[in-house]
């Protein structure tokens, strides 16, 4: 007699919050309102460095606590008092930390450890931020160090008309593990006199390693602006860095007639770590001809004030950006929307931005990403057993973590069909490890 053993495995439901540790410094330099990259540090000073382990957690399935060491080690003698702060950028939590800030004795370290009592439930996106600074009179510091970020023009030049606004978008990339906040002060004119005046749509991006943000930058001509060609030099400057790109705005000849921009769909429900194109229509009319520059930025509300620089939301890209039109003409642009490799969730804005001289219209686009609901898969190989009354077989069970997901699965079995068959599995418990991917 033969018999078919189906073997069903059930898992229970698992909540998980990923929280991430990003160290600040704030060394002010002067009374401007702006951050300055100096270093003011002789070689070979007094000083300390701090560091965290781990920098970067998944929140346990059982829900114990989870906590972080804080090693501050001295350097060329240091020794003092070093205070430290913290404060939730996205999400909060119940933290707690010794209320004695530690002493540092000079050639040696001290440990810290801060504890995170509950997942952070972040207001937007799949992670809570937990910013921490270590400072000492005058000496503050950040983790890590070295790290670099890069700047990129989303058009290498902007074409106006007298009496016209326009706009480009700046992009801040992340390099090697570099994280925290570049701040924009007010562009600089390189060249001749410009009447007219230009800002920064949100004047910062926040950053974690790996990500990209983007800020907006805008121009105006006034109606007596004279034709040519006017250089900007836009810079960004993190705690620690900074760098600066030149942008052309040229002057021209008010454009006669006027365009339409829509897009289709105008709503796209995604998950984590996909990719979706919409498609952007551009119609002049009333005998509209020229150039079209397109733009996109996604702007988050996830923090005290609103963000471009989100690294957990969607992001998006005009491919191509710049657009010809004949007269009355139409023609198509591919808007690409990316997910990150996260759990992240919610509702979230595009605005794109058609720009051709005076004329520049916006359009919303949303985006609705879904809850994550599973943080691992399971396969069996094979799916089904054939045995014989009396012998056993097996079946290999595969668990692979989703999202980086790591953490404990338990494992149990239960049997659908009638009679004295028993099912069990090797392991009740399997750990996952978050560099396993789905």
Known sequence: MHSICPVSLRTPNIIVAIFQLLLFSTLFLSSLPYWSPANVQAVGSPDFSIALSPSFAVYPQDMSQLSSSIILTSENGFNGVVDLNFYWYNGSSDIFISLVNPYLNAGRSVTETVKIFSPPLPSTGCCGILGVTGSSSSLSHSVPSGPDFALSSDLPSITLAPGAHGQSSVTVTSIDSVGGRV??????????????????????????????????????????????????????????????????????????????????????????????????????????????????????????????????????????????????????????????NLPLHGNYTIEVFAQSGSIIHAFNLTVTVPPVQKLFTIESDPISINTISGRSASSTLTIRSVYGYAGTVSLSTTVTSLGSIQARVSSEVVKLQPQVQN
Request: with cysteine.
């Open 183 to 340: 701040f924009f002060p007010p562009a600089t004119l390189q060249n001749s006199r410009f009447s007219g005046g230009w800002s920064f749509y949100l004047d910062e991006v926040w950053l974690v390693p790996g990500s990209r943000g983007s800020v907006m930058f805008q121009v105006y001509a006034a109606v007596d602006a004279l034709p040519g060609s006017y250089v900007f030099k836009i810079t960004g400057s993190s705690f620690s860095h900074s760098h600066s790109i030149n942008l052309t705005v040229n002057v021209s000849p008010i454009v006669s007639g006027d365009f339409e921009l829509t897009i289709n769909p105008e709503t796209l429900v995604m998950h984590p770590n996909t990719s979706i194109n919409a498609t952007m229509s551009l119609r002049g009319f009333d005998g509209f001809s020229g150039s079209v520059y397109l733009s996109a930025i996604e702007v988050s509300q996830c923090c005290p004030l609103p963000t471009t620089g989100d690294p957990f939301a969607p992001r998006a890209f005009a491919r191509p950006s710049q657009i010809m039109l004949g007269i009355n003409g139409f023609d198509n642009s591919n808007l690409t929307i990316e997910t990150p």
